[in-house]
C-alpha cells in the first residue's frame, strides 16, 4: 500500500508555550540525520510525501538543512508546519530544497509574542508567504476561531492578511474541499475551531468514527515509534519502531489493523481513538 503522507517528528521540542497544544510526557528528543536517513530508507516505497511535524517546532531542529537534504536527494516532497518564528533563518533551505508547502501556525502567535509585535509578526508571515510562494505553498492558518479570548487576534490577523491582499469578503475564492480561501497563486488563508485532542484519561466521546489513520497516513516520532496518526503524540497506539522493524512488519501489527478495519466500519475499537476530537464530515 501507499499512503498519501507520513509524518515524521524531527523533534518533538518547541520555542513557544501554547496553552492549547498537547503537553507530551515525552523528554525532549532530536531525531539525527542518520536516523532521518534511516526513516527515509525504510518508508520510500510507501510514500512520495512527509510531513516533518507531530509535537515540536521542525525550524528549531539545529541541523534542519541536512534533513531537508536527505529528502531532497529521496525525491521526497516535504510539508512543513511551523510558528514562523524562525523562517528567516531557515529561509534558503526552504526555498531550496525538495519543500512543497509551508503551513504557518499564525495562532501560535497570540500567547508566544507580545501584543505589541502582533502586526510585525503577522507582516513578516505574509512578506515570507509572497516570497516563498514563487516555489512553495503556503497556508497561513488560525485554527482557534472557537476561542472568546483569542478574539482581538484572530480578528486583526483576519483583517490584516485580507488587507495585505487586497482582498473584500465578496472577493474570497473559495477553495474545493477545504476550510479555506484562496489569496493568491500558491498562497491560502485557513481557520478553524480548536479541537480535542485525544486523551486517555477521558471518557469516551466518540465511538461512531472515521479516521485517516493507517489508510491515508502514519506517524513516526522522534524516537523511531511508529503510530497511527498524527494526534497521537504519546504513543498511546504504538505499532512497532522504524529503527528496529521494517514497515511491513509494523503495518502487519494485529492492532493497527483491527484498528483499520473499525474505522472502515465506522467505527473506533480504541477507546483512545474515541476521545478524540479530530471528525472527519
Known sequence: MKFKKIYIEITNSCNYDCSYCFKSSRGHRLMSPSEFQVVVDKIRPYTDYVYLHVLGEPLTHPQLGEILSIAAKANLFVNITTNGSRLKIHHQALLHNSVRQINISLHDAEENVHKDGWMKYLDEMIDFSVIASQSVYVSLRLWNTTSDKSKEFIEMATDRVFERFNILPGELHTVRKSNGVKLSDRIFFQSSPRFEWPDASAQPSYTYKTCYALKDHIAI?????????????????????????????????????????????????????????????
Open 221 to 281: 516520532l522522534s524516537d523511531g515509534s511508529v503510530v497511527p496518526c498524527c494526534l497521537d503524540a504519546d504513543a498511546h497506539l504504538l505499532l512497532g519502531n522504524v529503527f528496529f522493524q521494517h514497515i511491513e512488519e509494523i503495518l502487519s501489527n494485529t492492532r493497527g489493523v483491527k484498528m483499520k478495519a473499525g474505522f472502515e466500519q465506522k467505527k473506533a475499537v480504541e477507546p483512545f481513538c474515541s476521545t478524540c476530537g479530530f471528525i472527519i464530515d
